[in-house]
């Protein structure tokens, strides 16, 4: 039996971008406050956010995607060390390409981050009215503030494509949304439950 705490390591060994302490901490509150059962995640790397998951709301049910292969192999034999294959359905994937019909109480989109919108889209219909989008590192190491403090062209790339996502929640006028300075910057959108 694996621990928490060394799939926390084995991600900092490994530079496995896993969610911040805090942030985890308020994503595992919600889930249990908000009693969120069905829960789609963008983004599972190794499976840690996903156990967490899992484990705050034991009536969950988890659905996460990841394409990466050797992260997705890592993911599965990690869920099955906790045991956790009844709540957790993991797939090879690109989260682009993959549809579900199912209708989900909280979608938690911690992936490529150039293609949130894309995955707001692609997913905003999977989600039941009244249900929330979580989504993680739209401060991203502080360099959406501080934008001037990037040097390479890519990840100044990053931030504006990060920048243009909030402003585009924002404006979304079929959710409300909050940005909370926890972790490496969250959002919580609420889907209103008429337009
Ligand atoms: N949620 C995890 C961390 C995810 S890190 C945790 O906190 O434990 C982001 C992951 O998203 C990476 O493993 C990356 O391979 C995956 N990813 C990026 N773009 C993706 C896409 N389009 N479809 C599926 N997975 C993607
Ligand atoms: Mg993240």
């Known amino acids: 039996m694996k621990t928490i705490k060394e799939l926390e390591d084995y991600a900092q ?6 969610m911040q302490q805090e942030g985890m901490d ?3 509150t919600f889930i249990a406050e908000h009693d969120c059962k069905n829960i789609l995640e963008i983004g599972s790397a ?11 709301n034991p009536q969950s049910k988890i659905i996460t995607l990841e394409r990466d292969e050797e992260r997705y192999r890592m993911a599965i034999e990690n ?11 993991i797939h090879l994937c690109d989260a682009l390409e993959y549809t579900t019909e199912e209708m989900f109480d909280l979608i938690f989109i911690d992936a490529a981050k150039a293609q949130y919108i894309k995955f707001f889209e692609r997913y905003e219909h999977n989600l039941k009215p009244g249900g929330h989008i979580i989504s993680d590192n739209l401060e991203f190491h502080g360099y959406v503030e501080h934008p001037e403090t990037v040097i390479s062209r890519n990840l100044r790339q990053l931030v504006k494509k990060i920048k ?19 972790g490496d910057g969250v959002a919580v959108s609420h889907k209103k439950s008429q337009k």
């Open 46 to 56: 190794i499976g840690y956010s996903a156990i967490r998951t899992a484990l705050a």
């Open 13 to 18: 060994e490994n530079r496995i971008p896993i």
């Open 26 to 28: 308020f994503l595992c």
């Open 79 to 89: 869920i099955h060390d906790f045991h956790l294959e009844d709540q957790i359905e």
């Open 164 to 182: 243009k996502y909030i402003v585009y929640l924002e404006a979304k006028d079929s959710f409300e949304t909050i940005f909370l300075k926890i």
